[in-house]
């Protein structure tokens, strides 16, 4: 379920942490673990946050609209306290370095803070700052790796590289260094072989992995004659989170035979008193040793751990019972997984369970079990290994009063499409979530499924008086209200009998329910065309504006058109009163598309030549074109004045004259020439189909952003490229991978 995990490493506890990629929903922090599940091409649903999305995992720390690479764990004496036990995470993009202050919220590891903070960041006097990765050095220092603006070397016209790699120190001021004493120990100049076992104790709190591993590996080839010592440093109080967590590896790694050690792991998870962090170490290492010798299992105290009241050793025995594969252990679980109120641990208990139960167990459960979050874990399980069918699910929903159950239930069925294929069936039980007042949300999923059938006669008529004609109109919006009625009325678009329905959505006040209007008319095909032709003399404004744009999505070339004169003069004024570039290409299209019998009539050809030469004048090219096409077909000549083309060095020229105020119009203008916003965002505003550009004037150059404006493909971000899609229908969809599943793939 992960899009593109630049990065992951472990802390001091051996907890993993990492970024994962995306170009829409920003990056995330994620704490991936045996088991887990992200979104990233669910088989059934897509969601990329997490929040509240049972099926999948949440993340664990703020989104971030950059580029997330390196992850490094930070433990050394040589930084302030305030920046020890901390990770830090590079962002190429948008030229910075975070840390993150870690805390446990029950079973997962997650950020202290809903925001980023800032550890270390580019300035426009620092652009080869572009953080790649990000590691430890001997010295305690933090080394950033970074790379230039664009992927791969650059070459001047006498092939000199133009852009190359950096690599950054960053050192406090206030450094004891004791870190580079441990660099120059004596002990370097001996082999392994001769240290004693407080040298190799010191080497498991380096800052260099290598020496961690070199020092455990040294202790585990001792074998027995390090077990008393390693036992006793254990129970101490001064060793470090890390020496102790490499220790106990150590000494889990020594004889996976000898009961003795495994019995010095079990005094140790039960003494409360102990590190909760040596305890779980414990745990995990008992399973390790059991999975090491054949003829072992895990220990049957483990068990006792499901229902202990720390969220993280709940989730610990979870894992060492389905990592060692510990089936006779399956009741116990199924016990916790009805009363288990963290959702990690929850996730980790259903999760077992798929592996462990046989598929027709796990449906009898189903049925039978008196938990409501049993039926749910199951329910879960048996839905993302695809292991239920439409029939069985339409059963569920019919029968099941949890509110759960039927979110999920009904959420599956709108997204793979199976399950309620009679459209009456769909209906009465949209009616009757409706009557009940139970959430939009269960009743959109059932729409949604709605939406793949075809619904006509009596349907038809429930689903417009019983449910479209009562929530059309109110005086409050809300959103999920206005979802609703326009899917609704996207699904009666397809009879005839919509026509007036569709024509009163070209002037709602709400806008998702006039954009399905508009988007709908076509549904219709040439009943559809005509119902609007018929009508466009007689209608101004906003309202003739939408049913230009439904017009517009007619394929005008293969069913040729002969507007009335009342109708092109309707075009005309609308066309003239727009400041929409957009909505005048289509306008002017409109009229370029019409049958030659058109400008037969005087009055008509008389129109039409006005607006070519009131159009010819614009600037944008997408229209004086038009203008041109339009003013060829009525016999009068127009011609643009064709600008030349910007360049960077004309545009540097003028920055001085710059006006922020316009700038800002056209970076925001809806439907304008630049509408940056559609795929940009600027603070709080705009979208991430594209890099966010909040702070790109203290991270770019002006010579680089002017770049970016006149050659937008010249350097594209990584994950930011569209893509093509080709269908077996041989259609072709260009764009941005917004969602995908096993089933959907949205752009």
């Known amino acids: 379920g992960m899009r593109n995990p630049y990065d992951i490493c472990f802390d001091e506890g051996f907890n993993w942490f990492g970024t994962d990629n995306d170009q829409d929903g920003g990056d995330r922090i994620m704490m991936p673990f045996y088991g887990a599940r992200y979104a990233h091409r669910h088989p059934w649903d897509y969601q990329w946050k997490g929040d509240d999305h049972l099926p999948t995992l949440p993340a664990s720390g703020p989104f971030f609209h950059g580029s997330g690479t390196g992850v490094s764990y930070y433990s050394s004496e040589e930084f302030p306290q305030d920046y020890r036990g901390v990770f830090f995470i590079g962002d190429w993009l948008l030229q910075k370095v975070y840390v993150i202050h870690p805390r446990w919220d029950g079973a997962l590891l997650k950020s202290n803070s809903d925001e980023l903070e800032v550890f270390a960041e580019s300035g426009p006097d620092r652009s080869l700052f572009r953080p790649t990765d990000v590691a430890v050095g001997p010295d305690g220092a933090l080394y950033v790796s970074s790379w230039g603006a664009t992927y791969g070397a ?6 000199r590289q133009l852009n190359a790699g950096r690599i950054f120190r960053i050192a406090s001021s206030d450094s004891n260094h004791a870190s580079g004493d441990k660099v120059e120990s004596p002990k370097r100049s001996k082999p392994l072989s001769e240290w004693t076992f407080d040298e190799l104790a010191e080497d498991l709190d380096g800052e260099v992995l290598v020496w961690r591993v070199n020092a455990q590996d040294e202790l585990v080839r001792r074998g027995e004659e390090v077990q008393e010592p390693i036992e006793t440093a254990l129970t101490s109080k001064d060793l470090t989170k890390g020496q102790k967590t490499w220790l106990a590896w150590a000494l889990g790694r020594i004889s996976p035979e000898d009961s003795e050690i495994d019995r010095f792991f079990l005094d140790l998870l039960k003494d409360r008193s102990a590190d909760e962090s040596l305890r779980i170490q414990s745990v995990r ?10 003829n072992d299992r895990l220990p049957q105290e483990i068990v006792g751990y499901l229902n202990d009241e720390s969220s993280r050793l709940r989730f610990e025995s979870v894992q060492a019972i389905w990592q060692t594969n510990s089936k006779e252990w399956t009741n116990p679980l199924i016990e916790r997984l009805a009363v288990e109120e963290d959702r990690i641990v929850y996730f980790s208990l259903w999760g077992v369970l798929r592996d462990f139960l046989p598929v027709e167990e796990r449906k009898e459960l189903l049925v039978t079990s008196s938990s409501a979050e049993v039926r749910l874990g199951i329910l879960l399980g048996l839905l993302e290994e695809g292991n239920l069918k439409g029939n069985e699910v339409v059963q569920i929903l019919e029968s099941e009063t949890d509110p759960q159950i039927q979110k999920w239930a009904s959420k599956w069925m709108a997204n793979v499409g199976q399950g309620l294929e009679d459209p009456k069936q769909v209906i009465e039980k949209i009616l009757d979530l409706n009557k009940r007042g139970i959430n939009y949300e269960l009743r959109m999923n059932l729409l949604a499924a709605l939406d793949r059938m075809e619904v006509h006669g009596e349907d038809w008529t429930k689903l417009d008086e019983k449910f479209y004609e009562g929530h059309k109109n109110g005086e409050i919006y809300v959103p999920e209200k206005s979802q609703e009625i326009a899917l609704c009325l996207k699904i009666l678009s397809r009879d ?10 070209l002037d709602h006040e709400w806008d998702p329910v006039r954009g399905a209007a508009i988007e709908s008319f076509r549904n219709l095909d040439e009943k559809g065309r005509e119902y609007l032709l018929a009508r466009l003399d007689s209608i101004e404004g906003d309202q003739l504006e939408a049913a230009i744009e439904a017009l517009s999505l007619f394929d005008l070339k293969k069913s040729p058109w002969t507007p009335n ?26 009229l370029t598309l019409a049958d030659s019998q058109t400008w037969e009539n005087p009055s008509t050809k008389s129109f039409a030549a006005e607006l070519a030469k009131q159009t010819v004048l614009d600037p944008d090219p997408r229209i004086y074109t038009l203008a041109e096409e339009l003013g060829q077909l009525v016999g009068e000549e127009v011609h643009a004045v064709r600008r030349e083309p910007a360049t960077s060095e004309g545009v540097l020229a003028l920055l001085g004259k710059a006006d922020a105020t316009q700038g800002k119009m056209l970076f925001y203008q809806q439907g ?4 940056c916003f559609q795929c940009h965002r600027v603070g709080a505003e705009g979208k991430n189909f594209a890099p966010d550009l909040s702070d790109a004037g203290g991270r770019l150059d002006a010579k680089t952003l002017v770049q970016s404006i006149l050659e937008p493909n010249a350097v594209i971000t990584e994950g930011y490229r569209a893509q093509m899609v080709e269908t077996l229908d041989g259609d072709l969809l260009t764009g941005v991978i917004v969602k995908e599943t096993d089933s959907s793939l949205e752009v």
């Open 672 to 675: 304008g020439r630049a509408a």
């Open 154 to 159: 650059e070459y001047d016209d006498s092939n």
């Open 565 to 590: 004169d009342k109708q092109v003069a309707a075009i005309v004024q609308a066309c003239n009163n727009s400041t929409h570039p957009l909505f005048r290409q289509k306008a002017l299209r409109l």
């Open 285 to 294: 290492i008992l399973a390790f040793r059991s999975g090491a010798d054949e």
């Open 496 to 505: 005839e009998r919509a026509l007036p329905l569709l024509w009163d959505g």
